[in-house]
């Protein structure tokens, strides 16, 4: 099922050149990246870096907005470490895979679990990536 946008909160617009070994520049100048192939030992970033980071900033916003049966909030501490692959598929094709691996201090892991549960229910990028990459999370 394709989710449909009724309104429009935001749109990023990007300019990138050169793909893997080039640079990324958003049109409003808050974002100037050179890009450089995973393992290249580039100067730059890569797309599957800069997908973990969007990824878990999202997260962690959509985590904030969980309205959990015993009212269970986000601590001002929690943090997520992301990791995302880049690998092959046995058809010989490339695909991708997410582990984020949730930090929330002081609550319980019932607790815990409700907020992470709920964010992925909500999550934009948990949408998108649904039935389409492995996504994995733990926590702690």
């Not at 990246?33 to 797309?47: F, K």
């Not at 501490?77 to 092959?88: C, W």
Request: negative net charge; aromatic residues 6%; contains cysteine.
């Amino acid at each position: 099922m394709i989710r449909i946008i009724d309104k429009v909160l935001y749109t990023a617009s990007t300019a990138t050149t050169g793909g893997r070994e080039g640079s990324g520049l958003s049109t409003d100048g808050a974002l100037n990246v050179r890009l450089s192939t995973p393992g290249s030992n580039g100067t730059g970033t890569n797309p599957e870096q800069l997908f973990a980071v969007g990824y878990s900033a999202c997260f962690l916003g959509a985590m904030r907005r969980v309205k959990t049966t015993d009212g269970a909030r986000v601590p001002d501490d929690a943090s997520i470490e992301a990791d995302v692959s880049l690998g092959l598929t046995a058809d010989g094709g490339f695909a991708l895979s997410a582990k984020l691996h949730v930090v929330l201090p002081g609550l319980s892991e019932q607790q815990k679990w409700a907020l992470v549960d709920g964010a992925h229910q909500l999550c934009p990028y948990s949408l998108a990536t649904r039935g389409n990459i492995e996504v994995a999370f733990t926590v702690a």
